[in-house]
């Protein structure tokens, strides 16, 4: 039996070696449609294709950018808040956007006019990966909103923060944004359908039932927890910086009510009682009847490092609005069960099955909100700031007068730290 020379089998391996080395190719996404060399390489574009490729891609930004901008600007919790409280009317955005996307897909057609069928086919792969082009990022704006949706990828119940005076006045700090102070300052959380004293979970129930089993969760059940929550909260705390970084976006890019930016910037303070109360913005939602935001269902109270609590002395209330409809895909939830002494089928100790706990789903999300401004005291009994560099939280907490619900605590940690980056929503 004849063998292969020896340095031909080298040759064979040190290909093989070195195509593993380069790894698998980068696969296209989505955002390269956004980005003249990325969407050119993916196409396998002609030289003489590239200036028209990138023609089409500066067009399709603009497009987007333009239509962020006015998306941006409608949402803008600067505009929310404001004593006229305009909403954003969901119809008027739901054109917006459908003119927009038709737009877009007006210049992907004329761009498919200058490509042959096989660069065509990769175009279309492309369009059908994952996201929509017109949520890609394209250009920061100056405007924010706050997510109080299931939909938000991270709801933290504690914000780190810094220290502040409040009542207090504004630091010399000129290099965040304005969406970076509503970051930081914001928490959300919500409320549990359960007292946890009143929970049973179903790997308990599972163990309890099944004496000799082991159950251990797979997969986590936190956006189910949320989408069944009767109320999600969006609390933020009004901190002399973020009202300042406010009235100056309200300034620079909204209809003007006053002369000049110094007495807009002094209506701004009377309006929020910033001199002389403690102001928290909360978004409450709910997917239930209007009744779960009616202030006589909760108790709302904040409290402070030491202990001490704070009744609201004031509360703003805005009107009920219906939120726009959303689609929300749950994972399910996975667990793994062992029979540790053989005790079931198969009868084999340490035999080990995976169960849903939950079955994935998508379910159809609507419901309503509501915007609360809370006036907290601003000063103690001792005519004090309420609170202090030597304060080390607040905590705003929520719970049900009925106490069918477990409750909320959103808290700002306000310890001292050195001036750094401003903190960024985890995805």
């Known amino acids: 039996m004849s063998h292969p020379p020896v340095h031909r089998f080298r040759r064979s391996l040190l290909v093989i070696c070195a195509v593993f080395a380069a790894g698998p ?13 990325k969407l050119a390489k993916h196409l ?7 200036p028209v490729l990138a023609g089409h891609v500066q067009r399709l930004r603009q497009t987007i950018a333009d239509y962020q ?6 949402t803008c919790e600067a505009r929310l808040w404001q004593a006229h409280r305009i909403r954003p009317d969901i119809r008027e955005l739901r054109e917006l956007r459908k003119n927009t996307r038709k737009a877009v897909d007006a210049i992907l057609d004329t761009l498919k006019t200058g490509l042959d069928p096989k660069q065509t086919g990769r175009l279309q792969k492309l369009l059908k990966k994952d996201g929509n082009i017109l949520d890609l990022p394209v250009s920061e704006t100056p405007f924010s909103h706050i997510n109080n949706t299931p939909l938000f990828p991270q709801f933290q119940t504690e914000a780190r923060a810094y220290s502040v005076t409040l009542p207090g006045s504004p630091s010399s700090n ?7 102070y509503l970051r930081t300052w914001t928490v959300r959380g919500y409320i549990p359908t359960q007292r946890p004293i009143d929970a049973i979970s179903r790997e308990q129930a599972i163990e309890t039932s099944h004496p000799g089993m082991q159950v251990r969760t797979m997969s986590g059940r936190s956006r189910a927890r949320v989408v069944n929550s009767p109320l999600l909260l969006a ?3 009004m901190v002399p910086d973020l009202g300042r970084a406010e009235a100056e976006l309200l300034w620079d890019y909204y209809a003007r009510e006053s002369e000049d930016r110094k007495t807009a910037w002094a209506h701004y303070r009377t309006q929020n009682r910033l001199d002389d109360a403690v102001l928290v913005r909360l978004k409450l939602s709910t997917p239930f009847a209007e009744g779960y935001l009616s202030l006589d269902r909760w108790i709302i109270y904040l409290e402070d490092s030491e202990g001490t609590g704070y009744e609201p002395v004031q509360v703003d209330q805005g009107a009920f609005y219906p939120l726009e409809t959303l689609e929300i895909s749950l994972p399910g939830r996975e667990a793994e069960v062992t029979d540790v002494f053989g005790t079931y089928y198969p009868y084999i100790p340490g035999h080990k099955e995976r169960i849903y706990l939950e079955a994935p789903a998508r379910i159809v999300y609507a419901g309503h909100e509501k915007l609360l401004k809370l006036f907290f005291p601003g000063k103690t009994y001792q005519g004090q700031p309420v609170v202090t560099e030597k304060t080390e939280y607040l905590k705003l907490i929520v719970q049900s007068q009925e106490d069918e619900f477990g409750r909320a605590e959103l808290i700002w940690d306000l310890k001292p730290r050195k001036p750094g980056a401003p903190n960024k929503d985890r995805e």
């Open 25 to 37: 190719l980068a696969a296209a996404d989505l955002e390269d449609l956004l980005h003249p060399d």
């Open 44 to 50: 396998k574009a002609r030289e003489d294709q590239k």
């Open 69 to 74: 901008w006015e998306r941006g600007k409608q």
């Open 174 to 180: 000129d290099t965040w944004t304005y969406a970076d």
């Open 235 to 237: 609390a933020t705390l």
